[in-house]
């Protein structure tokens, strides 16, 4: 499996930007479809975007116009630029990377994104 490591949470008032980073392991990174997940406490994990080893990326509504997905195959690394964040997206965000073949499905550590004032 890949490995995937997050960084970039944290603490942000209401209106404010963070970035994440999610950088995967190995030489076949451009093969994956790159998501970012989230889990709000007491709440189901959904999805937040994916961006596609080619093709468009695809957005959660509730996050369109906000939050930018966007990959970096030379550095095996995927961001989620989020900006005029809410406490509603307060969570931990997960990073997945999935592909058909080779069968990959891996989840990275999470990494904790709290909105508040």
């Known amino acids: 499996q890949v490995q995937l490591v997050e960084s970039g949470g944290g603490l942000v008032q209401p209106g404010g930007s963070l970035r994440l980073s999610c950088t995967a392991s190995?030489?076949?990174?451009?093969?994956?479809?790159m998501g970012w997940y989230r889990q709000a406490p007491g709440k189901q994990r959904e999805l937040v975007a994916v961006v596609p080893s080619a093709g468009n990326t695809n957005y959660a509504d509730s996050v369109k116009g906000r939050f930018t997905c966007s990959r970096d195959n030379a550095k095996n690394t995927v961001y989620l630029q989020m900006n005029s964040l809410k406490p509603e997206d307060t969570a931990v965000y997960y990073c997945?990377?999935?592909?058909?073949?080779?069968?990959?499905?891996?989840w990275g550590q999470g990494t904790l994104v709290t909105v508040s004032s």
């Open positions: 190995g030489s076949i990174f451009s093969r994956f479809a």
């Open positions: 997945n990377a999935r592909a058909i073949f080779p069968a990959v499905n891996s």
